[in-house]
């Protein structure tokens, strides 16, 4: 199966700073998903946006959708060190199917 | 708490052996899936159920089996068909499609002795 690519894989910025995240994807989309995973821990679902939505906002989150150039940025404001952790996309097209994107790995420093 | 617990948090294997990777879930949720996870390489689908007694292989079913007996529970058996098994596996849940939120156990390492 095709998977969405991240970029940049790995992005280290100071605490305060806000960070940037892309993904893009190959197929059409019902949905599409960003979610966080901390080192040897399972993902955690932190927004959805769908297909006709452009932007979402979830607390210092924000989420765009470009569907004409099939791509989405995940904003993170006013880092944190607890920030600290990969963020992958995940695109949903058809039933059933579900695309993970290998991840952007964010290091906030303190 | 609702959650998904996969158990053990670390498996050994030795060549030639089958193992089966544990995952119990108490969300209700009707959806279940395992996901095998390499470095550099994001999430890839094992196995995946929508309902009970049925299941359906994903991208990379070769060398595993599932089975869905129960609602809660969804274990992966690696079996000694599967040449590279070493890699970091993932349980998730849905409440139905998979274009609903995944929730996610902390996952299963399992080596190779």
């Known amino acids: 199966s095709q998977q969405g690519e991240e970029d940049p894989q790995a992005l280290s910025i100071q605490e305060g700073e806000n960070a940037t995240m892309n993904c893009s994807y190959k197929?059409?989309?019902?949905?599409l998903q960003w979610y966080r995973q901390n080192s040897g821990r399972g993902l955690v679902h932190l927004i959805l946006i769908r297909s006709n939505e452009r932007e979402k906002h979830s607390g210092r989150l924000r989420v765009t959708l470009d569907t004409s150039k099939k791509s989405s940025s995940l904003l993170i404001t006013a880092s944190r060190a607890a920030d600290t952790a990969s963020y992958f996309c995940a695109n949903t097209g058809g039933y059933q199917k579900v695309t993970f994107g290998i991840g952007t790995k964010l290091q906030v420093i303190p | 708490d609702g959650g998904i617990t996969q158990s053990p948090k670390y498996l050994f294997r030795k060549e030639g052996q089958n193992v089966t990777l544990s995952c119990e879930q108490n969300?209700?949720?009707?959806?279940m899936y395992w996901y095998r996870q390499d470095p550099g390489q994001g999430l890839r689908l094992i196995y995946y159920?929508?309902?009970?007694?049925?299941?359906q292989k994903g991208d990379i079913a070769e060398g595993y089996s599932v089975s869905r007996e129960k609602k809660e529970s969804f274990p992966l058996t690696v079996t000694s068909a599967q040449k590279n098994p070493t890699a970091f596996y993932l349980c998730?849940?849905?409440?139905?499609?998979?274009?609903?939120?995944?929730?996610f156990g902390d996952g299963t390492r399992l080596s190779i002795l």
């Open positions: 197929t059409s989309i019902n949905n």
């Open positions: 969300l209700n949720h009707d959806a």
């Open positions: 159920s929508q309902i009970v007694n049925d299941f």
């Open positions: 998730a849940s849905s409440k139905g499609a998979s274009n609903q939120p995944q929730h």
